[in-house]
């Protein structure tokens, strides 16, 4: 791992003192037993389903680890891999529709993580400071406070830009020309074009696509990334961010775009659409707008605000969970202890699906204004998850028992806590 290490970083320095270089001679390190272990670990790690030939990670443990590494480094190394079809399975949207989602072997997943490993550190050293979604060391929670900071210095007008279908439409060849922008091993190329037009089955049918990349593969966020730093190159390169021009300053997490301006919002507005449309893109009309800080606006489940605060005399910049993000809580609650009590679950499996719930939520909000919402939905868990007990231990009502309260919290169920009041 740290002779890896060493040579992702190595790359990262590379490419960020030589933005032209283009890189070749890929294919060996790809191929190395190193990174294919790596790779395997991570895939592991993930416990993601089984492809179109139906190998899970049991089968392949089973089968000998070792062995199955050695098989794909014979194949990458004499240029004979495949790249299989992918499975396609629908998980439903928050807004009630259904996403479509790419599953590819196992197998696959190894080496797209394995080519992932090798060039990452390569785009990484190009990709722009104001980028978010799937990259190391980056998360929601710094978009966050970067929006706040923006607030906070008086850009207050915003600009709510959501890409229509962007993993459907993304345009092969041209991500093909950006990424031989900075990779010229053939090897290479040839792999993720063939990822880019795998095959895919649905209902014992096989459809090949033309453009987009299917959600779900290993090295689709990457290629995701490579295709919207154009839109965030354009950005800057246009001088929209300059403090004495537009004054625009734009927070991307994936295909999700913020703008926080203190000058016009429609001129960000129209800039951004000009460039979406050069990279053979579409605006969602529905999910983009323009709107004010003191309206209040959403963005990655997060609530900003700005308001008049007469005590401290200036206007004060709020971050909370959007409501959304708390209805969302509110039915993970009840689908873990639901209402109909279909079955009966024991009270400590319950507490422990309850605990990842809370503290995935609490990771995620604790550096936000959220106290009073965090009271709330605490009062609501044990509230539940009384009833629950109740129900287990037929007690016809909550109030019989003065203490169910003291008796829930015994099982060990976690607490959302939040040090930030929302006044």
């Not at 207050?156 to 900075?182: P, T």
């Not at 091993?185 to 459809?207: C, H, Q, S």
């Not at 354009?234 to 999700?256: F, P, Q, S, T, V």
């Not at 004060?316 to 109909?340: E, L, M, Q, T």
Request: include cysteine; proline fraction near 4%; glycine fraction near 6%.
């Amino acid at each position: 791992m740290k002779r890896l290490e060493l040579f992702r970083n190595r790359l990262y320095q590379k490419a960020k003192e030589e933005p032209e270089r283009r890189f070749h001679s890929l294919h060996d390190k790809i191929s190395s037993m190193d990174v294919l272990e790596e790779s395997w670990k991570l895939v592991r790690a993930n416990h993601g389903s089984a492809g179109v030939d139906n190998q899970t990670i049991e089968d392949i443990e089973k089968y000998g680890i070792d062995r199955f590494l050695g098989e794909i480094r014979e194949d990458l190394v004499s240029e004979t891999y495949t790249v299989p079809s992918v499975r396609r399975v629908f998980i439903p949207k928050q807004n009630g529709k259904m996403r479509p989602l790419g599953i590819p072997t196992v197998r696959d997943r190894i080496v797209q993580q394995a080519v992932k490993l090798v060039i990452e550190p390569i785009f990484e050293a190009g990709f722009k400071d104001f980028s978010y979604a799937y990259r190391p060391g980056r998360s929601a929670k710094q978009a966050s406070e970067e929006i706040r900071k923006y607030l906070s210095f008086g850009c207050a007008n915003i600009v709510e830009i959501d890409i229509k279908g962007f993993f459907d439409h993304i345009d092969h060849e041209r991500m093909i020309f950006l990424v031989s922008k900075r990779i010229s091993d053939p090897y290479v190329l040839k792999l993720i074009r063939e990822w880019l037009r795998a095959g895919i089955v649905f209902n014992n049918r096989t459809e090949y696509p033309e453009e987009g990349t299917p959600q779900g593969g290993v090295i689709s966020p990457l290629l995701a990334n490579i295709y919207l730093n154009e839109l965030d190159t354009l950005w800057i390169r246009r001088k929209m961010d300059n403090r004495y021009g537009e004054n625009a300053h734009l927070i991307r997490y994936a295909d999700d775009c913020v703008v926080l301006t203190s000058s016009k919002p429609e001129n960000a507005m129209a800039t951004l659409k000009r460039i979406i449309e050069l990279l053979g893109l579409e605006l969602n009309m529905d999910k983009s707008g323009v709107t004010t800080a003191d309206r209040g606006f959403d963005f990655l489940g997060f609530h900003f605000i700005r308001v008049w605060n007469a005590r401290r005399k200036k206007h004060v910049v709020y971050v909370k969970p959007s409501a959304k993000s708390v209805d969302r809580f509110r039915n993970g609650v009840k689908a873990i202890i639901p209402r109909k009590y279909a079955f009966i679950k024991p009270m400590d499996s319950a507490v422990k699906q309850l605990n990842q719930l809370i503290t995935g939520w609490h990771n995620y909000y604790r550096h936000t204004n959220a106290s009073r919402t965090f009271r709330s939905l605490q009062e609501f868990v044990q509230w539940k998850l009384a009833k629950y007990y109740c129900y287990i231990h037929k007690i016809r009502r909550v109030s019989y028992l003065p203490d169910i309260y003291s008796r829930v919290r015994n099982y060990g169920l976690h607490t959302l806590q939040g040090n930030i009041e929302y006044s």
